[in-house]
């Protein structure tokens, strides 16, 4: 089985930073790509960044310049390092994966549980 588990949400005041990170374990075969969608309060989920094989990155554009996206490929993880955050960026952020496990030997799409972030004074 694949898990998918989140770290580092959490609160924030406007203009800080925060890291979260996303480690995916069990029977891995090969993770073709792992991002960060979000989903606020009354909304639709939404991409926020995702990093495929060969360090190609995707970011919304509310993301760009403010938002990294980073994985460490021998730990299977994923980062993604906020600065600059701004209320509007509060929500549920959802690790995403998009991978092949030793038992079913086809890609497919893995969420993690989600993870808080609330930016507010």
């Keep these: 089985q694949v898990r998918l588990v989140e770290s580092g949400g959490g609160l924030v005041q406007p203009g800080g930073s925060l890291r979260l990170s996303c480690a995916a374990s069990g029977s891995i ?21 995702i990093i495929k094989r060969g360090e190609n990155t995707n970011y919304a554009d509310s993301a760009k310049g403010r938002f990294t996206v980073s994985r460490d490929i021998a730990k299977n993880t994923v980062y993604l390092q906020m ?39």
């Design 83 to 121: 600065n600059s955050l701004k209320p509007e960026d509060t929500a549920v952020y959802y690790c995403n994966a998009d991978l092949k496990s030793s038992i079913v030997r086809i890609y497919m799409n893995y969420w993690g549980q989600g993870t808080q972030v609330t930016v507010s004074s």
């Design 29 to 49: 075969f090969d993770i073709r790509a792992m991002g960060w969608y979000r989903q606020a309060l009354g909304k639709g989920r939404e991409l926020v960044a």
